[in-house]
């Protein structure tokens, strides 16, 4: 099934996919055998910087075959590309849907290249998701509004002829400084007039009710990696901590094990919505 196909059978569900980002072979290895146990569709995503971490290919080798390994229906994203460059390379690679953030272009530009990486996914088959409005990225001010307008959402998605839909209704990526407040109102409105795929980022952090309550009202991708890594680097920490251990493969196996976890604690959220 295409990741196009999943959407609008999640439509009918009103359900989402929990889309993690993965770093290495033990985050894919993490939340893939979260998946299989709680025998749920997933998808696999890798930011640009993992992209140049390990290589377009290399990544796509290691989550493809991984998913086929776990017997676990998923599908491979790209998150967060910002230029055209990646996004071919990925495609090529063999990425089922790749997401180009213009977002902090004006309207008209984001269009532009939405609409060109549309036209390129389209000889692929893959999905693409775009974003729409003021979503903090790590680092950036958590003080800024900038919410997606449900008109311009609906404009933007038959402009563009995009798959998938990031949304700002008042999450951003990292830890929250303070409780995040969806604004939910928002995104019934968005939901009302945009046939795209709703996409909630900055997951971390978010209380479950309102993740819940945000799956009711149509968000269909549920994107987290900040607890993902924190998870993992703080099970490492205390794995090395007075360890003079030098076989890396007993040193890994508990943060697997917590990334695992915490990836079935997401999942039991969306079960529960
Ligand atoms: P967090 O890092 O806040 O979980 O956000 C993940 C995300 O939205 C990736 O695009």
Not at 17 to 33: H, I, K, M, S
Not at 47 to 60: D, H, K, M, N
Not at 140 to 158: D, I, V, W
């Amino acid at each position: 099934m295409t990741l196009k196909q999943k959407f609008s059978q999640l439509e009918d569900q009103k359900s989402a996919l929990l889309a993690a980002n993965f770093y290495n072979y033990e985050t894919v290895t993490g939340v893939l055998r979260a998946a299989s146990a709680m025998d749920m569709p997933i998808i696999l995503q890798a930011s640009p910087s993992t992209i140049r971490y390990l290589g377009a290919e290399v990544a796509a080798c290691m989550a493809l075959k991984s998913m086929e390994k776990f017997g676990v229906e998923g599908w491979l994203h790209l998150d967060h590309a910002e230029s055209i460059e990646t996004i071919q390379a990925c495609l090529d690679a063999g990425f089922d849907s790749v997401m180009i953030d213009a977002s902090e272009k004006s309207f008209d530009e984001n269009v532009k290249i939405t609409s060109k990486v549309v036209s390129l996914a389209e000889k692929y088959g893959a999905n693409v998701e775009a974003e729409l409005g003021y979503v903090a990225k790590l680092g950036q001010s958590h003080e800024k509004e900038g919410f997606t307008n449900p008109g311009e959402a609906r404009e933007f998605t038959e402009k563009t002829g995009i798959n998938a839909l990031a949304v700002a209704i008042g999450s951003a990526h990292g830890f929250y400084r303070k409780e995040p407040d969806l604004d939910l109102d928002r995104l019934s409105a968005i939901k009302k007039e945009c046939t795209a795929a709703l996409v909630l980022h900055g997951g971390s952090g978010i209380p479950d009710a309102q993740i819940q309550e945000g799956i009711r009202r149509g968000i269909r991708k549920i994107n987290v990696a900040t607890e993902l890594k924190d998870a993992f680097m703080n099970s490492l920490q205390g794995e090395l901590t007075n360890n003079s251990e030098i076989d890396l493969r007993k040193v890994f196996p508990p943060a697997v094990e917590a990334v695992s976890k915490l990836v079935q604690q997401k999942m039991n959220i969306i079960l529960n919505a």
